[in-house]
C-alpha cells in the first residue's frame, strides 16, 4: 500500500508525464507548420511515450491500492525561435524530469516504500536514454550550424523513428 505522500508525488507525476506528452504533441504542431515533417514525426513518437509513462504510473498506483487524481494539465507553449531552440528546450525539460524522478526514488527511500523504488528504477534509466537523444539531436543541430542541406537529411533521419509498444517486461 501507498503512503499518503507517496500516492500524492505519484499522481503529480502523472500530471508531469501528461504535460511532457502535451508538450511534445505542440512541439509537433510546430514542426508541422514550418513543413519539418520528420522533426513533427519525432515529436510526435515522443508524445506517445510520454503518455505511456504517465500510463505505467497510473497503474501502479492503482496496483498499489492508491487513487489516480487527475489534475489540469498546463498549457505548453507554441512557438519556438528554432529547431534548434525547440530541441535545446526538450533537453532542458528531460533534465527537468530527471529530477523529478530522483525526487520520486528518493521520498520512496525515505518512506522505506521498496516497491515504488524498485518500480522507479525503470524510469530512472529511461530518462538517461531521454536526455542522451535529446541532447544528441540539439548537438546535431549545432554542428549543422545555418547548412539547411544538414537540416532536411536531419529531418528525414528524425522522420524514421516509430512507436513501439514495450512488451509487459519492460
Not at 514550418?34 to 510526435?44: Q, T, V
Not at 536514454?129 to 535529446?134: C, K
Not at 549545432?142 to 514495450?166: I, V, W, Y
Request: a negative charge.
Amino acid at each position: 500500500m501507498l503512503t499518503e505522500r507517496m500516492e500524492e508525488a505519484l499522481n503529480q507525476q502523472v500530471n508531469a508525464e501528461m504535460y511532457s506528452s502535451y508538450l511534445y504533441l505542440s512541439m509537433s504542431a510546430y514542426f508541422e507548420s514550418i513543413n519539418l515533417k520528420g522533426f513533427a514525426n519525432w515529436m510526435k513518437v515522443q508524445a506517445q511515450e510520454e503518455l505511456l509513462h504517465a500510463m505505467k504510473i497510473y497503474d501502479f498506483i492503482n496496483e498499489r491500492g492508491g487513487r489516480v487524481k487527475l489534475t489540469a494539465i498546463d498549457a505548453p507553449p507554441t512557438e519556438w525561435d528554432s529547431p534548434l531552440a525547440a530541441f535545446e528546450a526538450v533537453y532542458e525539460h528531460e533534465c527537468k524530469v530527471s529530477g523529478l524522478i530522483n525526487d520520486l526514488v528518493n521520498l520512496a527511500l525515505e518512506e522505506k516504500d521498496h516497491a515504488s523504488h524498485i518500480f522507479l528504477q525503470w524510469f530512472v534509466t529511461e530518462q538517461v536514454e531521454e536526455e542522451a537523444s535529446a541532447d544528441e539531436i540539439v548537438q546535431k543541430l549545432k554542428l549543422m550550424g545555418d547548412a539547411r542541406g544538414g537540416l532536411f537529411m536531419l529531418d528525414r533521419e528524425l522522420g524514421q523513428r516509430s512507436f513501439t509498444m514495450p512488451t509487459s517486461s519492460e
